[in-house]
């Protein structure tokens, strides 16, 4: 079992700049695959990043691309995800993953999920 905890939602205005951690306890964490997604009310859960167990690869999803980083410490069981140049449209609850296999991850069938973290981008 991989328990996550995200953390580091908020209010921004458009422009701005939140940092999204998610904690990870009980099993091996470093062998594990991360990815973020967002889902807004009435709509589909979409992909944000994923990061495979070492950090060597990583995948964004167009929407995000040169605005956020996914990134992770091994050593501190966190991965997180820095959300730079904020739009009303990234206005979502983000959700942390993880499974063994990266392609599982960014396919959106990851083993273990968050609680979610609420991220409201302002106009």
């Known amino acids: 079992q991989v328990q996550l905890v995200e953390s580091g939602g908020g209010l921004v205005q458009a422009g701005g700049s939140l940092r999204l951690s998610c904690a990870a306890s009980?099993?091996?964490?470093?062998?594990?695959?991360l990815g973020w997604f967002r889902q807004v009310p009435g709509k589909e859960r979409e992909f944000v990043a994923a990061?495979?167990?070492?950090?060597?690869?990583?995948y964004y999803a167009d929407s995000v691309k040169g605005r956020f980083t996914i990134s992770r410490d091994n050593t501190k069981n966190t991965v997180y995800l820095q959300m730079n140049s904020l739009k009303p449209e990234d206005t979502a609850v983000y959700y942390c993953a993880a499974d063994q296999i990266l392609r599982s991850v960014r396919a959106g069938g990851g083993n273990y999920w968050g609680q979610g973290t609420q991220v409201t981008v302002s106009s």
């Open positions: 009980g099993r091996t964490f470093s062998s594990y695959a």
């Open positions: 990061i495979s167990w070492s950090g060597g690869i990583t």
